[in-house]
């Protein structure tokens, strides 16, 4: 906040993972065995017997299957498999004899080098290839969960689908439409249809912050040849896909598609990485927040918001449950703890801040509606409220005059914060104490709020 065309996962920013992904058990039961899939059966060019390369095997079979049956009913023409085929390459130990001597990974009209492949995952269309490196797989895999792996193999394959029915003139459209591939296949996966990978709603936490690791770097250009969006438009493209199937990942990614990646402005904003002073976001808040819910709920009367240390006040069950955060409806307070919320959540960045506020002032609006706070669904309620909220300000709602130093804006990389910050702490009882969602829920309800608005259906008010 402030007053070679190779369709590539980008995987430069997966040595320091902006979150650990947190995950807690949703259905509580084992995820079902994987069945392996013998290299007799599908085969993968300089595929070892290692634990990494079986299991991209068993993902890539496993994308063949989806895409064998989702291909010719969204797109009407029959599956093509891979014409060049699949490669992996063991960039740490590379044994080029077990590739073609004159193409390596690639194919006569593109030859390539196995060692170009370090640190990536990639789709190639003159050659019809996807290429992998199985020390990346592996790495995203210990960091992120083995299920990253084939999310990442999904979104390559959704580069071959767009190479067989065709490319759009923007990358970040294509990136993000690849991952909403990814997250139509995963769902695939989370309903039982796959035999040879497994994933359970409780483990996608992490394979969503395994995607916004790989987001672009937070000011870069939406419109660089190599964009692949920001770390919400990369999650959101997921979700879609997850929630909604092909159908969407195929309806939605035209020219209005709107994207949250943006360029800093300015050296400031590019030096602090588009942070505001920690002390100066309270009256960001006020400047906002209020605007926002009297907008559209009559009679709303604006929470005021108090800071505390450590200790919850006695309003209600804030103290009894030590929270850290909660909307106090007897005097109309948001109480927040600065020392085991606010300050950390600043490490994430100002928006993250915002975040922690911004929860329970939507509770208030909701009390004002004559709706309850303490089920399940209104916990839903309360987080897509405050993807609508973060939607206002992105939209430039709080800045109706750019020459004015008393409005207030988004800065790049403000909603990655906003779900970084769910995925964070969305889950613990001391934040969210009411809800029943994983993190990856959570960033949906933001995401439907973000993009649908504040509607009965979208954020639960009717």
Do not use: K
């Amino acid at each position: 906040m402030r007053q070679v065309s190779r369709r590539a996962v980008v995987a430069a920013a997966v040595g320091s993972a902006l979150i650990s992904g947190c995950t807690t058990s949703i259905d509580g039961s084992p995820a079902p065995p994987v069945t392996d899939v013998s290299a007799e059966d599908f085969a993968i060019t300089a595929s070892s017997d290692s634990p990494v390369d079986q299991y991209a095997r068993n993902a890539m079979a496993d994308i063949y299957t989806f895409w064998e049956q989702a291909y010719p009913e969204y797109y009407g023409e029959e599956f093509t498999p891979l014409q060049g085929g699949i490669f992996a390459v063991d960039t740490e130990d590379i044994d080029y004899s077990l590739y073609p001597e004159d193409t390596g990974v690639g194919c006569d009209e593109l030859p390539i080098d196995p060692a170009e492949v370090e640190g990536n995952a990639f789709y190639q269309q003159d050659c019809d290839v996807v290429v992998y490196d199985s020390v990346l797989l592996r790495d995203l895999g210990e960091q992120f969960g083995p299920f990253l792996g084939p999310a990442v193999m999904a979104h390559e394959m959704g580069h071959a689908m767009q190479g067989r029915f065709g490319f759009s003139e923007a990358s970040i459209r294509d990136e993000t439409q690849a991952d909403c591939f990814a997250g139509a296949f995963t769902r695939w996966v989370v309903d039982g249809n796959a035999e040879h990978v497994t994933v359970r709603v409780s483990d996608l936490d992490s394979v969503l912050v395994g995607f916004i690791n790989l987001r672009d770097q937070p000011g870069s250009s939406p419109d660089d040849g190599s964009a692949h969006g920001s770390g919400f438009d990369r999650a959101a493209g997921f979700y879609q896909g997850y929630d909604e199937g092909v159908a969407a990942c195929r309806d939605d990614y035209g020219p209005d598609r709107v994207f949250t990646a943006t360029e800093f402005t300015t050296e400031a904003d590019l030096e602090n990485e588009g942070n505001a002073p920690y002390d100066e976001i309270p009256s960001i808040l006020d400047a906002s927040l209020p605007v926002f819910y009297e907008s559209f709920v009559d009679g709303f009367e604006a929470p005021a918001v108090e800071f505390f240390d450590g200790t919850a006040p006695g309003c209600g069950d804030m103290g009894a449950e030590d929270r850290d955060v909660g909307w106090c409806e007897t005097d109309n307070t948001v109480y927040v703890d600065e020392t085991d919320l606010l300050q950390p959540a600043y490490d994430i960045g100002d928006f993250a801040v915002a975040m922690a506020v911004a929860l329970p002032y939507a509770e208030a609006a909701r009390a004002t509606l004559g709706l309850p706070n303490d089920t399940p669904e209104a916990t839903v309620s309360t987080v897509c409220l405050t993807g609508t909220y973060t939607a206002a300000f992105f939209n430039g709602d709080f800045d109706p005059d750019p020459d004015d130093e008393q409005g207030v804006t988004l800065s790049p990389g403000d909603v990655d914060e906003a779900i970084l910050f769910l995925l964070s702490y969305g889950q613990t009882d001391a934040v969210l104490p009411n809800s029943d969602d994983a993190g990856f829920e959570l960033v949906g309800a933001f995401r439907d709020g973000f993009v649908q608005g504040a509607g009965a259906e979208a954020c639960g008010l009717s």
